[in-house]
T-cell receptor, first 114, second 117 residues
Framework: DAKTTQPTSMDCAEGRAANLPCNHS???????VYWYRQIHSQGPQYIIH???NNETNEMASLIITEDRKSSTLILPHATLRDTAVYYC???????????????FGSGTQLTVLP | DTEVTQTPKHLVMGMTNKKSLKCEQH?????MYWYKQKAKKPPELMFV???????INESVPSRFSPECPNSSLLNLHLHALQPEDSALYLC????????????????FGQGTRLTVV
């Protein structure tokens, strides 16, 4: 699975959009970009994933560049409860029937400030 | 039900004790995982079970022994642990659909906070 690079930490004002970048320059054509977050002392939580098109759900939007070498997770109106470590993970989708693991990088500590 | 339930939430054990961590899900997922997370570090994969069979062991010491007695339950048996094994142990599950090639996202439990004294 491709390696990802994320900033160590970011701050965002409450109510503003939080834009979290991720570089994955070695991504392969069949690899998806996944985002998870982990609020302090809780289990990681799935946010969103995509292959090459931009994606949006009730939690966030995912913007993937045309060359797929980077992406941005957007939380449109950050709240204090969005303070967490955000992990960008690249992994193969589909493929064989065997279980596939998630390999977590260091992630970005997002702090939403009041 | 989209929950993965882990018990206990906290566990303190001595180095000579034998204990077990339990993980349960009722989403019909056939892949289940154990991760270990040290403080201020990302989760690290330990084991993967696929259709109740161990498919991945990430060179985990034998003092950690996983077990998947049925499709809903995953255990991690602990014996003769060291203080450095103190960590948050996370269970996760997901599912792969061979007919469509699609995969669900992984659902994580809230973890068991293990302290070895």
């Amino acid at each position: 699975d491709a390696k990802t690079t994320q900033p160590t930490s970011m701050d965002c004002a409450e109510g503003r959009a939080a834009n979290l970048p991720c570089n994955h320059s070695t991504i392969s054509g069949n690899e998806y970009v996944y985002w998870y977050r982990q609020i302090h002392s809780q289990g990681p939580q799935y946010i969103i994933h995509g292959l090459k098109n931009n994606e949006t759900n009730e939690m966030a939007s995912l913007i993937i560049t045309e060359d797929r070498k980077s992406s941005t997770l957007i939380l449109p109106h950050a709240t204090l409860r969005d303070t967490a470590v955000y992990y960008c993970i690249v992994r193969v989708g589909g493929a064989s029937g065997s279980a596939r693991q998630l390999t977590f990088g260091s992630g970005t500590q997002l702090t939403v400030l009041p | 039900d989209t929950e993965v339930t882990q018990t206990p939430k906290h566990l303190v054990m001595g180095m000579t004790n034998k204990k077990s961590l339990k993980c349960e899900q009722h989403m019909g997922h056939r892949a289940m995982y154990w991760y270990k997370q040290k403080a201020k570090k990302p989760p690290e994969l330990m084991f993967v079970y696929s259709y109740e069979k161990l498919s991945i062991n990430e060179s985990v010491p034998s003092r950690f022994s996983p077990e998947c007695p049925n499709s809903s339950l995953l255990n991690l048996h602990l014996h003769a642990l060291q203080p450095e094994d103190s960590a948050l142990y996370l269970c996760a599950s997901s599912h792969y659909f061979p007919s469509t090639g699609s995969r669900t996202e992984a659902f994580f439990g809230q973890g068991t906070r293990l302290t070895v004294v």
